[in-house]
Each structure stands twice: as C-alpha cells, then as structure tokens.
C-alpha cells in the first residue's frame, strides 16, 4: 500500500492519460480534495464528496455489509475470490485524517468490480485511501450493445496530488483523499464504471463513500486542477490521432 510522496508539478500533469470517446479533444478529468465529513457531521466513516448533499447524487456508504446489487449503482465482482466489504485500518480516512471505523470496498490483486448504473452519469466521486500501484479506474458508455471506453487512469495519474491536497492518516503512515472524476461533455458522459487493481505491490484498491451524479454533458461545479486542462487536451488529443475507442461487446 506505499505512495510515494511525489512533489506536485505542472509536467508531471501534463502527463496524465485521457482517452476521448470521439475525434473531440474533450476527456473525463479528475481532482483531489481532503473531502468533508459525512452525514451528521461524522468525522468516523470516512470522508464523503463536496457534492454528496446535492440533487442527483446518490451516495454508496458500503456500511451494510456488502455491495448493492439492485438500484441506481449495482456491484459485481469479476472473482470475489478475497474481494469484498471489509472492515479494518486500512478504510479510507475522514476529511482531516480520521481514522475510518466504518466499512469500505477492498478489491484485491487479479479482481475488479463493474459498477453498472441504471442511468448516464457526470460525475464519479471516491474516498481512495492507502493508494497502490496500478489501482485502475475504467469508465464506459453503452452505444448500441457496445460500451465504449471513455476514460482510464491509473494511481500513477493521482499520484502527483496527493502530498499536495491529500491528508495522512497517522495510523496507516499513507496519503488518503476525496478523488473526482466529471464529464467535460456529453461526449464522456458514462453509465459503467470498472475499479480494479492489477499488482501485488502493497496490497488492494481501498475505497469508501462512492458518490454519482445522474446528468449529460459536462459536470459544471468542478474546476480542473490549474494546469490539468492543458495537460489533459494536449495528451488526449494526441492519444486519438494514434488510438480508436475500445469496445466491449455486450451480451445478446
């Protein structure tokens, strides 16, 4: 579960890896924030999205026990071998640190989830803590019996913010943080979401408090991280003249 704590730059952004659903060079991007406290004011379960009290957001706490399988976000494993709802101090921490006593996701290495969403969505929001190698997010969008592949990063992508705008978890010594993810236009819009984690190095994919907004087009009430927006078009759009959007097929 090491991250490193990498010094901010604005090169180290521009290298960030966006694929374009179209010829467009507009992209999924991302930002890092400590987050805030939940529900009630708890500082114990973890920190929750800025945006998780607005109309259209649907917040997924994992506190029952195990993932939702029915409703708006429904959860499947690949394997479920060691995967699953696990309680323990590697949870996601609160807003300012705080150790998390709730329950979260665990996916562990050779697994992923498909998150499958009952409606178009612009925004994806995560408590990501104790952050691996190679903690993969993947976002797609049905076109016909296709989902097309409209975003991918890795931890690789994140890593230059966390010293910056993460917290530390003292228990745990790891960088912590609220992850963002929104449309910046129709064009990258999604209604599936894959997490999966594909290294043994340091451990799983740790996460708490999924937040989605239902919505097209871009996620208006986010700002990109000074500097990202340049990064993000400039590799984007020299990604597509090399790269065609990658299909799954879907089942008859």
């Not at 945006?51 to 997924?60: H, S």
């Not at 984007?236 to 790269?243: A, S, T």
Request: net charge neutral; proline share 3%; hydrophobic share 35%.
């Amino acid at each position: 579960m090491s991250f490193s704590k990498k010094a901010f730059c604005i090169g180290a952004l521009s290298a960030i890896a966006a694929f374009g659903y179209s010829s467009s060079a507009q992209a999924i991007s991302f930002n890092l924030t400590k987050g805030v406290a939940g529900p009630g004011g708890a500082t114990n379960q973890g920190a929750y999205s800025e945006f998780y009290k607005d109309a259209g957001v649907t917040t997924i706490d994992f506190n029952s026990g195990t993932v939702p399988t029915t409703g708006l976000a429904q959860y499947s494993f690949e394997t479920g071998k060691s995967s699953g709802v696990r309680q323990d101090k590697w949870a996601p921490a609160g807003s300012n640190g705080e150790n998390n006593t709730g329950k979260y996701l665990e996916v562990f290495n050779g697994d992923k989830v498909t998150i499958s969403l009952g409606k178009t969505m612009n925004y994806y929001g995560i408590d990501w803590g104790a952050i691996s190698a190679n903690n993969t997010f993947s976002f797609f969008k049905t076109v016909g019996k296709d989902l097309v592949n409209v975003g991918a990063f890795t931890s690789k992508d994140v890593e230059p913010l966390a010293a910056k705008k993460g917290v530390l978890n003292a228990d745990q010594n790891q960088w912590n943080g609220y992850l963002h993810f929104y449309s910046t236009s129709d064009q990258d819009n999604f209604d599936t979401i894959q997490i999966s984690q594909s290294s043994t190095e340091g451990g799983g994919f740790e996460s708490d408090n999924h937040s989605f907004h239902e919505g097209t087009g871009a996620f208006t009430k986010a700002v990109p991280e000074p500097g990202m927006g340049l990064g993000v078009l400039a590799v984007g759009g020299l990604f597509l003249l090399k790269r065609k959007s990658q299909k799954l097929q879907l089942p008859n």
